[in-house]
T-cell receptor, first 114, second 112 residues
Framework: EAQVTQNPRYLITVTGKKLTVTCSQN?????MSWYRQDPGLGLRQIYY???????DKGDVPEGYKVSRKEKRNFPLILESPSPNQTSLYFC?????????????FGPGTRLTVL | ELKVEQNPLFLSMQEGKNYTIYCNYS?????LYWYRQDPGKSLESLFV?????AVKQEGRLMASLDTKARLSTLHITAAVHDLSATYFC????????????FGPGTSLSVIP
């Protein structure tokens, strides 16, 4: 089944404790992206990647890192999480950058930083 | 900078009625997406609109794009309860492929 998976789905952590949220897709998509969703603010793009080893900042990259060492995986790293990073995070993938294709979203990761 | 606005933000409508959600964007967008999100769920793609005058239909939903007016609409025909969800439009910066900007979403509630 074609899908985007994220792990963990739920995470409660404390300020400053490094964490990684994994994202994997099995559709051989070149394009992958991370979003955060906050009440009243909608979805905002954090980082995106147009292919292996090619990443770029979205609208709200501060406090986040990403890497794209393999086509299928695009982990989101919070080196020193803070409470303002409490949010619902979505990973998405699409066929190819610049192609008018839709994005397929993962199930979401609800992160709480205390 | 691309800004995407939607109105209304909240919509309560009766079953069987028609209504339109509007999506305005501030500068040239390479393409326009519509997504649906059910409460507590992920986003599901509805439509991708590429060019001026594009119209796409799926069931009771029809989306259109007017690039000159920088406006996309999502028209709901004869609403049913199953259409209750939040609907997002999103644009893409023409100068930076795939930097996606979402609108704030329209929360639709269809009541019997």
């Amino acid at each position: 089944e074609a899908q985007v998976t994220q792990n963990p789905r739920y995470l409660i952590t404390v300020t400053g404790k490094k964490l990684t949220v994994t994202c994997s897709q099995n559709m051989n998509h070149e394009y992958m992206s991370w979003y955060r969703q906050d009440p009243g603010l909608g979805l905002r793009q954090i980082y995106y990647s147009m292919n292996v080893e090619v990443t770029d900042k979205g609208d709200v990259p501060e406090g986040y890192k990403v890497s794209r060492k393999e086509k299928r995986n695009f982990p989101l790293i919070l080196e020193s999480p803070s409470p303002n990073q409490t949010s619902l995070y979505f990973c998405a993938s699409g066929l190819r950058a610049g192609v008018a294709d839709t994005q397929y979203f993962g199930p979401g990761t609800r992160l709480t930083v205390l | 900078e691309l800004k995407v606005e939607q109105n209304p933000l909240f919509l309560s409508m009766q079953e069987g009625k028609n209504y339109t959600i509007y999506c305005n964007y501030s500068t040239t967008s390479d393409r326009l997406y519509w997504y649906r999100q059910d409460p507590g769920k992920s986003l599901e793609s509805l439509f991708v609109l590429l060019s001026n005058g594009a119209v796409k239909q799926e069931g009771r939903l029809m989306a259109s794009l007017d690039t000159k007016a920088r406006l996309s609409t999502l028209h709901i025909t004869a609403a049913v309860h199953d259409l209750s969800a939040t609907y997002f439009c999103a644009g893409v910066l023409k100068t930076s492929y795939d930097k996606v900007i979402f609108g704030p979403g329209t929360s639709l509630s269809v009541i019997p």
